[in-house]
């Protein structure tokens, strides 16, 4: 089972800074199928990037993804009130599917 | 509209067997794999296992095996999660969520459901 460790546990940031989540993997990811998804309370979770760093449909600019093999990054170029929420990352490539603990990003 | 829909809240007490619902509309409901992922109160996601309305062909992690079954029913475009018998600590949301790419097992989780609230006390 691949093991997702995400870091910082909580990221308290300003409204408009740059944002800047880790998630690092027990062993290589398969075909760097990683994903990221927003988690806000009382919604279901949001696909934000597959592939690593390919956004989903009709998520904004503002959110990149990076990374390949163990090590991987969640940017959010300039953050919107919106975006405060929880953050995951997955592991598709492999069995079982795995998710990182998550990281909260709140406002400072 | 493409959308997954999930039956209502349920509250059980332990021992009593459950069935959860998640009904796709809007595309081919038999040619996307669905997986249930469970969220325990305050806590992450866990993938619980997956299958495929189209042939019934599921999969369980293994921290889920034995303890829940997954079904389909392809004639209703629905897919079933259920327990013999519940303990308190199934107390959870529930959510089914189907795959981005319609035929692919390994594929990134596109389409959530609304998530059902199971709680389990006495």
């Known amino acids: 089972e691949i093991v997702l460790t995400q870091s910082p546990g909580t990221l308290s940031l300003s409204p408009g800074e740059r944002a800047t989540l880790s998630c690092r993997a027990s062993q290589s990811v398969s075909s760097s199928y990683l994903a990221w998804y927003q988690h806000k309370p009382g919604q279901a979770p949001r696909l934000l990037i597959y592939?690593?760093?390919n956004r989903a449909t009709g998520i904004p600019d503002r959110f990149s993804g990076s990374g390949s093999g163990t090590d991987f990054t969640l940017t959010i170029s300039r953050l919107e009130p919106e975006d405060f929420a929880v953050y995951y990352c997955q592991q598709y490539g492999s069995s079982p599917r795995t998710f990182g603990q998550g990281t909260k990003v709140e406002i400072k | 509209e493409v959308q997954l829909v999930q039956s209502g809240a349920e509250v059980k007490k332990p021992g009593e067997s459950l069935k959860i619902s998640c009904k796709g509309s809007?595309?081919?409901?038999?040619?996307?794999?669905i997986n249930w992922v469970r969220q325990m109160p305050g806590k992450g996601l866990e993938w619980m296992g997956i299958?495929?309305?189209?042939?019934?062909?599921?999969r369980y992690s293994p921290s889920f095996q034995g303890q829940v079954t997954i079904s389909a029913d392809k004639s209703i475009n629905t897919a079933y999660l259920q327990w013999s018998s519940l303990k308190a600590s199934d107390t959870a949301i529930y959510y089914c969520?189907?795959?981005?790419?319609?035929?692919?097992?390994?594929?990134?989780?596109?389409?959530w459901g609304q998530g059902t609230m199971v709680t389990v006390s006495s």
């Open positions: 809007g595309y081919t409901f038999t040619s996307y794999w």
């Open positions: 592939g690593a760093s």
């Open positions: 299958i495929y309305p189209g042939d019934s062909d599921t």
């Open positions: 969520v189907r795959h981005r790419d319609s035929g692919k097992i390994y594929n990134p989780f596109d389409l």
